[in-house]
């Protein structure tokens, strides 16, 4: 498959130099040149595949070009080994629990599969080491760190704004060590990710080391994530429910509402996508004005969520042909302030008993608010809430459990490297590292 730049000031390129890269010469994301529609034989037996089978069945659509079958479908059955079950709330409303991973979020899948697939390429170019830069608002840092520890040939530098992240995402990035490398910015996620783009962009940094990102803006990354409505479907299906249905995605960088929207081009039979964003809204003034204004981040209760300049946006207009109706044909948005995030986490708990994460907690309300007669939906819970354990229990004013896992990363040492958000900083680290 041949990959392209969003801005379209670049030369075509390989899946082996898009997923190595990261970001094309241009600044642009690289999007694949085609999309390979699914037969329909495969919507006919999908409620009887497995979470492996049907996401190696996508993953061929995607990457089958150039990675041999049996290393693609060793890669995708070593990621997805864990469950994603759909759980129903009411006869209407489904939530796809996405945080059984090892981080208990759900960026572990793309993550986990990245890593395995630049494993794959740099040991197939034979490059001595590759060094993957990743800004976080959150739970990417964890995933991402956690997907490639202990990956020979890889380093990754976490980049993550100061006190921005909950202390259980922060423990689980900063306490590894090994091949992993966390970068504390005295900034905001969007100026985190600024540092990132612009370490790719920097000609000496690049003569100096081989630089790759693990954001969503890495092909690898954001294009497992259509695994998730794929297999949320085939649940649904085998409920007898197979029209009308409705995916509402909690969204900060928009690579997995993006990854939906790549299914949806492939044949997926949802019907509309609902975009819950939190107090960071310049999505949902998009689709109200079909004007699209960044602007600095604020910081909220869904932290991961947190982004004033989604890179995913770009794809968005690219893979709709900047085609404003188009787009809203498709998706429509909602937010979420604060005080609705804990009156839904509230509303929820009490009367189903449900704890919801912050994250979650859009998405159910944007879902519950926005559902048509006729329609069924699911909204992604995208993290344990665990992870948010004192926003979540002053909430709900009752303790709530930590799985095992969470534990054991709370017991571990912090180690980080305290940055300005100045480039000039970063790129002197990385000279000397």
Not at 149 to 156: D, F, N, R, S, Y
Not at 410 to 418: A, D, F, L, N, R
């Amino acid at each position: 498959m041949i990959y392209y730049s969003t801005h379209h000031h670049t030369p075509r390129v390989s899946l082996q130099e898009a997923v190595i890269k990261g970001l094309a010469k241009d600044k642009g994301l690289f999007m694949p040149q085609h999309i390979k529609p699914l037969p329909a034989s495969f919507f006919q037996d999908i409620e009887d595949m497995s979470l492996q089978k049907i996401s190696y069945e996508v993953a061929d659509a995607f990457f089958g070009e150039d990675i041999p079958a049996d290393t693609l479908k060793q890669i995708v059955y070593d990621t997805m080994n864990f469950d994603i079950p759909l759980v129903k709330l009411n006869d209407h409303i489904y939530s796809l629990e996405l945080f059984h991973g090892p981080t208990l979020a759900f960026k572990d899948v793309g993550a986990r599969f990245m890593a395995r697939l630049l494993e794959y390429f740099i040991h197939k170019e034979g490059k001595e080491q590759v060094n993957v830069l990743v800004a976080t608002s959150g739970d990417t840092g964890s995933a991402v760190a956690n997907g490639f520890l202990g990956v020979e040939g890889i380093h990754v530098y976490v980049l993550y704004p100061k006190k921005k992240v909950s202390r259980i995402q922060e423990q689980q990035f900063t306490t590894l060590g090994q091949n992993i490398t966390a970068i504390e910015i005295d900034g905001s996620f969007d100026d985190c990710q600024a540092l990132v783009k612009s370490a790719f962009s920097d000609t000496e940094l690049n003569r100096h080391m081989q630089m790759t990102s693990a954001n969503s803006i890495n092909v690898a990354r954001f294009l497992p994530q259509a695994f998730y409505y794929f297999h949320a479907y085939a649940q649904l299906k085998k409920k007898g429910i197979e029209k009308d249905i409705v995916a509402c995605v909690p969204s900060g960088n928009f690579g997995n509402i993006t990854a939906g929207l790549f299914g949806h081009k492939m044949g997926l039979p949802i019907s509309r996508f609902i975009a819950a964003n939190n107090n960071n809204d310049v999505f949902f003034q998009y689709l109200q004005t079909g004007i699209y204004t960044p602007k600095k981040s604020i910081q909220t209760l869904a932290n991961a969520m947190d982004v004033g300049n989604p890179s995913n946006f770009a794809r968005i207009l690219d893979l709709y042909h900047h085609n404003y109706e188009a787009i809203c044909a498709d998706i429509s948005g909602a937010t979420c302030t604060d005080n609705q995030i804990k009156e839904e986490i509230r509303k929820v708990w009490k009367e189903q008993h449900y704890l919801l994460d912050p994250h979650g907690a859009c998405g159910h309300r944007a879902i519950r608010e926005g559902l048509k007669s006729g329609e069924t939906g699911f909204f992604l819970e995208t993290a344990h809430p665990a992870k948010f354990k004192d926003t979540v229990e002053k909430i709900i004013n009752e303790p709530i459990a930590i799985p095992l896992n969470l534990q054991n990363f709370m017991k571990g040492t912090k180690q980080s490297i305290e940055l300005s958000k100045k480039f000039s900083d970063l790129k002197q680290f990385l000279l000397n590292s």
